[in-house]
Nanobody, 120 residues
Framework: QVQLVESGGGLVQAGGSLRLSCAASGSIFRINSMGWYRQAPGKQRELVALISSGGSTNYADSVKGRFTISRDNSKNTVFLQMDSLKPEDTAVYYC??????????????WGQGTQVTVSS
């Protein structure tokens, strides 16, 4: 099993910044991609940013130039630096991790979600 612990959400004014983190622990052989998704009320969950094991990144068009995803492989942790936040960024943000358990089974796991609220 893998445990994902998210932190860093909160309330911020438009134009402000927040940094989310997600630490994975447990019976992990390898972590492949790590990413962040978000879900606003009444909307579907959407991809925000992904980072591969090699460091390649992919961003939603709506956050390009404002958000930066990074990872610390030594700590199995992924970060999302969010700058120039807008009210439309308000959502619950979920960490997503894809990898391989110690017994070599593949897994996809989600964090518990952290609320980000941007006031205008």
């Amino acid at each position: 099993q893998v445990q994902l612990v998210e932190s860093g959400g909160g309330l911020v004014q438009a134009g402000g910044s927040l940094r989310l983190s997600c630490a994975a622990s447990g019976s992990i052989f390898r972590i492949n991609s790590m990413g962040w998704y978000r879900q606003a009320p009444g909307k579907q969950r959407e991809l925000v940013a992904l980072i591969s094991s090699g460091g390649s990144t992919n961003y939603a068009d709506s956050v390009k130039g404002r958000f930066t995803i990074s990872r610390d492989n030594s700590k199995n942790t992924v970060f999302l630096q969010m700058d120039s936040l807008k009210p439309e960024d308000t959502a619950v943000y979920y960490c997503n991790v894809r990898g391989v358990y110690s017994d070599r089974r593949a897994f996809v796991d989600w964090g518990q979600g952290t609320q980000v609220t941007v006031s205008s």
